[in-house]
Nanobody, 120 residues
Framework: QVRVVESGGGLVQPGGSLRLSCAASGFTFSLYDVDWYRQAPGQERELVATISSAGDRRNYSDSVKGRFTISRDNAKNMVYLQMNSLKPGDTAVYYC?????????????WGQGTQVTVSS
């Protein structure tokens, strides 16, 4: 059974830090690239960070560059998002997305999301 489960969200004060985790099972995780997305109320889902299957390529949106770090541990089937210097504008539900392309087919697995609230 394929599962992607995010955890680590919560309430944090501005300037604080959180580390989100994404646990995958039921598929060969090490073959999949992984994205972290976020969606705030009334807004479109935004791509925040991307990491390649081997972990050797990473990209970030301009809104989080220099504050967030994406990493992965393929031995544990885990991806992490370290979030520092958090701002109220980072408040959103954060989603993990694992994907790979096989010929013309794109395999995509989403988690259920974890809420991050940045507020004093």
């Amino acid at each position: 059974q394929v599962r992607v489960v995010e955890s680590g969200g919560g309430l944090v004060q501005p300037g604080g830090s959180l580390r989100l985790s994404c646990a995958a099972s039921g598929f060969t995780f090490s073959l999949y690239d992984v994205d972290w997305y976020r969606q705030a109320p009334g807004q479109e889902r935004e791509l925040v960070a991307t990491i390649s299957s081997a972990g050797d390529r990473r990209n970030y949106s301009d809104s989080v560059k220099g504050r967030f770090t994406i990493s992965r541990d393929n031995a544990k089937n885990m991806v992490y998002l370290q979030m520092n210097s958090l701002k109220p504008g980072d408040t959103a539900v954060y989603y993990c997305n694992a994907y790979r392309r096989v010929a013309t087919v794109k395999l995509v697995y989403w988690g259920q999301g974890t809420q991050v609230t940045v507020s004093s």
